[in-house]
């Protein structure tokens, strides 16, 4: 199996242990060849790791002149790794499975991406990440950052499930060439990235819809009424963030978001992407409030090179 060069940037809740996570997992015992930390070129020494790495205040790194990993850099709150891996996107879920990050992503394979006529470049899952290239992944608590856990399975892309509550989201097939790949991939990079179409929520998300609604405090929730309009997925995406934050107002928790059309029809066009994002749909019919999405129950349609790809490594595994 070929290699692949492997630009990864992981973050999460406690960073010195992802730093020593990441450096035991992926790189060599030995010690590296070059060290920076906060600008300046360090002794590498047997403390390498807690010296200058793990305790830099700023920006540090490590190099390796003969491992297939190259770098380890260290800049807050992102780790980034950077070498060859086999080109198997099982082989990466397993490696990333033990260790303690909550976002993960994964720079593009092609340089032509950006050098191509028009430039492309794939939108950033959050500060300092790698834009989108051929995969990003969630653990644990990063699940939150989406719009919900339902987005992962029906999005245009393939998804990978690990232990300790991974998801691996490859982009594109990782045998295809440059323009192939970018295909492949923007669909998926746009319906997760920070956009109006997009199920990520970045930090400090700034809403652009007013969400005024009806609070009901003993089911904390958020009752928006919809007449003679439509519920755009900026404002649905808006809806998520206030949900995220866990509050209407002060003294107003928020647990749920409901939209409660006053014409059926208008309810019905809007069920698959409110359930995607697991904002409640009602309507009225016969006069009373009817909730549409608790027995909605859409099936996922991953696209045709998923599928292409699927069959082609269960073939091969019957080799």
């Known amino acids: 199996m070929k290699d692949m060069e492997l630009k990864m940037g992981l973050s999460g809740p406690d960073l010195p242990a992802l730093v020593r996570a990441v450096a035991g997992r992926l790189f060599p015992k030995t010690t590296p060849n070059r060290v920076y930390a906060d600008f300046k070129a360090q002794t590498p020494g047997p403390d390498w790791l807690e010296a200058h790495l793990v305790n830099s205040k700023r920006r540090a790194y490590a190099e390796w002149q003969d491992s297939a990993w190259k770098l380890l850099v260290v800049h807050a709150p992102v780790v980034m790794a950077e070498g060859h891996f086999p080109k198997d996107p099982h082989r990466v879920v397993s490696e990333l499975a033990p260790l303690p ?89 746009a319906r997760l990235g920070p956009s109006a179409e997009g199920g990520f929520i970045r930090v400090g998300h700034r809403r652009t819809h007013e969400l005024n609604g009806l609070y009901d405090p003993k089911d904390k929730i958020l009752r928006i009424i919809v007449h003679g309009r439509d519920v755009s997925q900026e404002e649905m995406l808006d809806a998520c963030a206030l949900r995220l934050e866990g509050m209407v107002e002060k003294g107003q928790p928020l647990a749920r978001v409901a939209y409660i059309f006053m014409e059926p029809q208008k309810a019905r066009e809007h069920l698959h992407e409110l359930w995607l994002r697991e904002l409640e749909c009602w309507t009225i019919e016969l006069g009373k409030e009817v909730r549409l999405d608790t027995d909605y129950r859409p099936k996922p349609s991953p696209p045709d090179w998923v599928k292409a790809l699927e069959a082609r490594e269960a073939a091969a595994s019957k080799r």
């Open 101 to 189: 990050f909550a976002l993960g992503s994964f720079g593009s394979l092609f340089l032509s991406w950006k050098a191509g006529t028009p430039s492309y470049s794939g939108p950033i899952l959050d500060a300092l990440h790698y834009p989108h290239g051929w995969a990003c992944a969630f653990r644990g608590a990063g699940h939150s950052r989406l719009v919900s856990r339902r987005w992962l399975e029906f999005g245009p892309w393939r998804l990978l499930r690990g232990a300790d509550d991974l998801s691996l989201v490859q982009f594109h097939d990782l045998e295809v060439d440059a323009a192939t790949a970018q295909a492949q991939a923007a669909p998926g990079h």
